[in-house]
């Protein structure tokens, strides 16, 4: 801004509405990315639930699943994009939203063990 200004200050003043607009835009970039810093998903086993709690743009969730009815199903919507739901019940899941689509099969199996996993 203070550059705008001082092409502003030597007659080229049509130069201070795109500067603020380009401040403004920095502003709302900044403030979107703060809210999504603290965005994280866990996935657990507590006795015999798997416990999905999750934060997304300030809003936490945390559900249970009982392991021996959960169900773990993936959906291809493109050739590059998928999707990973658990449920049961009726309730179903998105996880692994912060996934890069390579990593989510590894994390589908990675449920899949988690589900497997025989008690003591």
């Given at each position: 801004?203070?550059?705008?200004?001082?092409?502003?200050?030597?007659?080229?003043?049509l130069?201070?509405?795109?500067?603020?607009?380009?401040?403004?835009?920095?502003?709302?970039?900044?403030?979107?990315l703060?809210?999504?810093?603290?965005?994280?998903?866990?996935?657990?086993?507590?006795?015999?639930?798997i416990?999905?709690?999750?934060?997304?743009?300030?809003?936490?969730?945390?559900?249970?699943?009982?392991?021996?009815?959960?169900?773990?199903?993936?959906?291809?919507?493109?050739?590059?994009?998928l999707?990973?739901?658990?449920?049961?019940?009726?309730?179903?899941?998105?996880?692994?939203?912060?996934?890069?689509?390579?990593?989510?099969?590894?994390?589908?199996?990675?449920?899949?063990?988690?589900?497997?996993?025989?008690?003591?």
């Open positions: 801004m203070s550059i705008a200004v001082g092409f502003a200050a030597y007659g080229l003043w130069v201070l509405p795109y500067a603020g607009l380009e401040c403004l835009a920095l502003a709302l970039a900044y403030f979107w703060k809210r999504q810093a603290n965005d994280f998903e866990m996935i657990y086993l507590k006795n015999d639930q416990i999905v709690e999750s934060s997304f743009s300030g809003t936490r969730q945390k559900v249970a699943f009982s392991r021996y009815w959960i169900q773990v199903s993936i959906e291809q919507l493109k050739a590059n994009r999707k990973i739901f658990v449920g049961s019940h009726g309730n179903r899941l998105e996880v692994g939203r912060l996934l890069p689509s390579a990593k989510k099969r590894d994390l589908m199996n990675r449920i899949k063990l988690l589900i497997d996993v025989q008690s003591f």
